[in-house]
């Protein structure tokens, strides 16, 4: 389903809204939240919202826990660093446990090894099943999400839930979800505007089934809600 707002920040506050209400609903539930944050730059917006007073009052914080989509291989004091990123704009400004956030990064450690360490802890965190309550994705403009790039073996990766690789068009290892986890959740919402958008958003929405070229069509939950949250300017030319 897509949702198109006329402006950006109506396009955050119905994502912010989504965001508490289904923290709301799991911790009364299940007694705890869990989400996956996105990085690039689409979600600060919605991000400093949640730290806002408006929102940040209203959730239990410390039933909630975050891990990430996918995460540029590079510290977490680094410009490009999605975890830093996040922490700027929201997790420094509310009161979640440390324990309960699982940046995708560590020293000394190589990229394909954390992988399977990420792995472990989403285990112990959701059991077998892997369900999150809500994943939160952005879309590139050439149709990537996360960091399934186009044309990258990890799009057909089946079984492992987190996978790391070297991504040679940006001359550095990423690692990220893979579809097969990312499609277990519950909720999963796209945040993506701007016209640079419109061209992939047209092919992944109404073009035909060609997930190596759109990764994001790959994003089909196997029992949960996927959810575009678009302005009119990424909308397009969009029937
Ligand atoms: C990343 C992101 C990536 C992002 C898209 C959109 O590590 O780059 O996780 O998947 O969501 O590239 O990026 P923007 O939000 O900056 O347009």
Same mark, same amino acid.
Do not use: C
């Given at each position: 389903?897509?949702?198109? %707002?006329?402006s950006l920040e109506e396009l955050n506050e119905n994502a912010a809204t989504i965001f508490l209400t289904a923290a709301q609903k799991a911790i009364e539930e299940k007694g705890r939240f869990t989400a996956v944050l996105t990085g690039g730059s689409s979600p600060a917006g919605l991000y400093k919202l949640l730290a806002s ?15 990430? @989509? !996918?995460?540029?291989?590079? =510290? ?25 956030? %699982? =940046? ?22 959701? @059991? !077998?099943?892997?369900?999150? !309550? ?80 759109? =990764? ?11 959810? %575009? ?6 909308? @397009?030319?969009?029937?």
């Amino acid at each position: 389903m897509i949702q198109i %707002f006329k402006s950006l920040e109506e396009l955050n506050e119905n994502a912010a809204t989504i965001f508490l209400t289904a923290a709301q609903k799991a911790i009364e539930e299940k007694g705890r939240f869990t989400a996956v944050l996105t990085g690039g730059s689409s979600p600060a917006g919605l991000y400093k919202l949640l730290a806002s007073e408006t929102y940040k009052s209203k959730i239990d914080w410390s039933k909630v826990y975050i891990f990430w @989509g !996918d995460e540029r291989w590079v =510290p977490l004091d680094n410009e490009l660093s999605n975890a830093k990123m996040s922490f700027e704009t929201f997790l420094s400004h509310v009161p979640i446990p440390k324990n309960n956030i %699982f =940046p995708m990064y560590r020293d000394g450690i190589s990229a394909t090894d954390f992988a399977v360490e990420y792995e472990k802890s989403i285990r112990n965190i959701l @059991g !077998d099943e892997g369900q999150f !309550d809500l994943i939160l994705l952005g879309m590139g403009d050439d149709g990537h999400t996360a960091s399934l790039f186009p044309g990258e073996a990890v799009l057909h990766e089946k079984t492992k839930w987190v996978d790391a690789y070297w991504l040679a068009p940006q001359n550095m290892h990423r690692i990220t979800l893979t579809a097969p986890l990312i499609n277990k959740a519950a909720k999963i919402i796209v945040i993506a505007f701007g016209e640079k958008k419109a061209p992939a958003l047209k092919e992944v929405a109404e073009g035909d089934y060609n997930p190596e070229k759109y =990764p994001m069509q790959l994003i089909k939950p196997v029992s949960g809600q996927l959810l %575009f949250l678009v302005d009119t300017k990424a909308a @397009g030319t969009m029937s």
